[in-house]
């Protein structure tokens, strides 16, 4: 259950042809009544921009804030596609938009998949009326599988309000699948609220989440997250709206590091101790991103001089006398060196699905953390398959 | 042929034990008579700086940038190990000094290997007199040989200029190598110059050689670079010397790249086109530090697409209608989107050992180069091992 279990919401997900494999790859969440309600969305900051990308932005400009559909499509990410490309995103709007009976901007946009490929139109038109016509209240299922590209497992998340819900589906992790890119998420709520708390709310869930996952240092051209709220349960306390909208946000992150490429484990890096929380972000990224970092937890190794050489290099304030590393809450080093520890504590520690990395800068009140994943052979075999 | 192809020096290297292999570990670049001559250094940005950085870079300052000799050892990097590190460093260039009969601040030092373990100082005072004591004029490919580690073979360099000669021997490449950590050069000449002046041919070689290789966006703890100028062939056309300098770090610099750790293809990333040459030099390093990238190459994929994700996600003037990218100099996309392109020649190019991307923004003049390699299973064998 997903971006259904919100009053107010039909879903669907179908197989169009997109995908060589026949698997599902055409989803639409929309309103059930096919009317607009107030959404917002939160987009790549990649300047190599995707078609639905440009669209959904240029959509939920032009309507102030109101969508009634979302279609997706996974298999091809119409990114490098050029003007060609954002005339096919538009027209997949428009061919939702004429099924639902709204206007063509009340419909977003979101693609996965191959860059620099031209969308197979011909199939993808002949799938829109199947996949409208197949929208339905208990729909979710269907339409977070057919968002799936290298995922292993569909990523669903439902959050209980006090009086509300908020519902959501994803896929990805931020470029983690990169010949099948980007990460997509679309969360729906029945909530009553204004698209400018809606987008406060998924800003601030955002912030806490999916820009705290870094599975390698990739930003996609095609990243969207998109929240409608369909009002269905009248107006809500906005802090309980934030809450909720950051706790479902926070579900999908922790549900794509654990299913990201060719990962064994899901490692948090935390920064504590920093001369400002911005750096300690830039430290946490630093070793987080680090290729020698992520294989030594592929293999178990608590190889704290890479964690230390990372945060030397971060290009922040740093005094490696003060530094202090710590797995698993055993710290191994400080003041710059190693100490004694329970080593067999440390070992079970990197024997686990999940890691947590601490560094002590020693230097001031800045903290923050990242979450990711270890570098591994499978990692490799994903991607460096032929485009 | 390295670093005693100059007039004027002698070198050596020997199995004290730091190894456990029993490999050679102690390496010796000596002037012939024992007394100081011009010399200068540069040394890694980390801020997590290894003891035997700390004790050069203080030695030279002392001196007034003049050295008698460079002692190296490999097995242990002498990094994270605090306050004892540094009273180690010092110690081996008072031992090595006092055998060769100079001032222990004449004495540079150099180590690479393990972070965070204290140096083996018992095997390391017993192997120096033995160090000392071999040093001959054809001592060069020992020494070359004992700064190995992961190094499958000795990168080794000879200059002639008119006049006179550099030489050189180098181990790893930035981080390569982790387990067993950094780069190491040490240069010789028989000009005569000034300190300044070697540190200037120095800055301007290592800019354009050992600062444009990336093998992994690492920035290891203890990297150096050193360069002594016995004097012995006079004085050269200061020019000369800058060049010959350039031509001798740029050809140890390949030499690291064809060794990087469980490559299979060097690769130099060209950006041209940018805003200016520092953009440009962000965006090629942002694309030669991609995971996804090095897997591609490794996988003998010319997927555009990537190259145009990083470079729109780099942090520089970026406008996707513009930009172009070509491998081996075919044109693959252009103006944002692929073009028609002889597909044969670039599978050519792709399956060679060397392979040449270039992008061009399409915004100004800006241009950098930055030479590194592919992501392969052998890199994440070598790097998962435990410490």
């Known amino acids: 259950v997903s971006v259904t279990a919100a009053q107010g919401f039909v879903a669907a997900g179908v197989?169009?042809?997109?995908?060589?494999?026949?698997?599902?790859?055409?989803?639409?969440?929309?309103t059930a009544d096919g009317r607009p309600v107030a959404a917002a969305g939160v987009f790549t900051s990649n300047k190599m921009t995707a078609a639905p990308v440009l669209v959904s932005s240029s959509h939920l400009r032009a309507s102030g804030g109101q969508a009634?559909?979302?279609?997706?499509?996974?298999?091809?990410?119409?990114?490098?596609t050029g003007e060609q490309g954002e005339a096919d995103a538009t027209e997949m709007c428009a061919l939702v938009a004429a099924d639902l009976g709204c206007d063509h901007h009340h419909v977003l946009i979101c693609q996965t998949g191959l860059i620099g490929i031209p969308l197979p139109m011909?199939?993808?038109?002949?799938?829109?009326?199947?996949?409208?016509?197949?929208?339905?209240a208990d729909g979710d299922t269907d339409a977070a599988e057919a968002i799936r590209t290298t995922d292993t497992v569909r990523k669903e998340v439902v959050i209980g309000g006090d009086g509300f819900t908020v519902g959501g589906?994803?896929?990805?992790?931020?470029?983690?699948?990169?010949?099948?890119?980007?990460?997509?998420?679309?969360?729906?709520?029945?909530?009553?609220?204004?698209?400018?708390?809606?987008k406060a709310a998924l800003v601030r869930g955002v912030a806490g989440?999916?820009?705290?996952?870094?599975?390698?240092?990739?930003?996609?051209?095609?990243?969207t997250v998109l929240l409608l709220a369909s009002g269905a349960a009248g107006p809500v306390d906005p802090g309980a709206l934030d809450a909720a909208v950051a706790a479902a946000c926070a579900s999908l992150a922790e549900q794509m590091a654990g299913?990201?490429?060719?990962?064994?484990?899901?490692?948090?890096?935390?920064?504590?101790?920093?001369?400002s929380d911005e750096e300690a972000a830039v430290a946490a990224r630093r070793v987080?991103?680090?290729?020698?970092?992520?294989?030594s937890w592929y293999g178990r190794d608590p190889y704290?001089?890479?964690?230390?050489?990372?945060?030397?290099?971060?290009?922040?304030a740093f005094d490696q006398r003060l530094v202090s590393v710590a797995y698993g809450g055993v710290t191994v080093a400080h003041g710059g060196v190693e100490i004694d520890h329970d080593r067999a504590a440390v070992a079970t520690h990197m024997e686990g699905r999940r890691i947590e990395v601490t560094a002590d800068l020693g230097l001031g009140a800045g903290r923050a953390s990242i979450l990711t994943n270890d570098l591994t052979h499978a990692y490799v075999d994903e991607n460096m398959g032929t485009s």
Do not use: Y
């Not at 931020?174 to 029945?190: G, I």
């Open 122 to 136: 011909d199939v993808i038109r002949a799938g829109i009326p199947t996949l409208t016509s197949a929208r339905r």
């Open 304 to 316: 704290w001089g890479r964690v230390a050489s990372e945060l030397g290099s971060a290009g922040v």
């Open 169 to 198: 589906m994803a896929k990805g992790a931020a470029m983690l699948a990169p010949n099948m890119a980007t990460m997509l998420a679309v969360l729906t709520t029945d909530a009553a609220a204004t698209p400018d708390q809606l």
């Open 288 to 295: 987080a991103d680090s290729a020698l970092c992520k294989c």
């Open 209 to 223: 989440s999916f820009n705290v996952l870094s599975v390698d240092g990739c930003t996609s051209t095609n990243d």
């Open 259 to 275: 299913d990201a490429e060719g990962a064994t484990k899901t490692v948090w890096v935390h920064v504590t101790g920093a001369h």
């Open 68 to 80: 009634a559909a979302v279609v997706l499509s996974s298999g091809n990410a119409n990114a490098a």
């Open 15 to 30: 197989a169009s042809g997109i995908k060589p494999s026949g698997d599902r790859d055409l989803s639409l969440v929309a």
